[in-house]
């Protein structure tokens, strides 16, 4: 069965950085599309970055030359690098991917921004 699992999250001072992992549990191959989403406290989830076709990216707006999402195909894992990072950022954040048939999401990790 497909699992999704995030990594990487924690608490950081406004203006560090963090590295999100998402690792899969089979090939990333099987996948259309993944990507990030966040969801702060009495706020839905929203996309913050998602990955299609291996390379192509997009962003929203908020984070926007502050993140960078990828994936390694060898790893079966997908990241998003945080820079930058503002209070404003906090929330858990969760690993999504969709194949043709389904849509999957990891557990998500909480990630901290202090002022």
């Known amino acids: 069965q497909v699992q999704l699992v995030e990594s990487g999250g924690g608490l950081v001072q406004a203006g560090g950085s963090l590295r999100l992992s998402c690792a899969v549990s089979?090939?990333?191959?099987?996948?259309?599309?993944m990507g990030w989403y966040r969801q702060a406290p009495g706020k839905q989830r929203d996309l913050v970055a998602s990955i299609t076709g291996g390379t192509d990216t997009n962003y929203a707006d908020s984070v926007k030359g502050r993140f960078t999402i990828s994936r390694d195909n060898v790893k079966n894992t997908m990241y998003l690098q945080m820079n930058s990072l503002k209070p404003e950022d906090s929330g858990v954040y969760y690993c999504n991917a969709i194949s043709w048939a389904d849509v999957f999401w990891g557990p998500g990790t909480q990630v901290t921004v202090s002022s």
């Open positions: 089979g090939s990333i191959f099987r996948f259309n599309a």
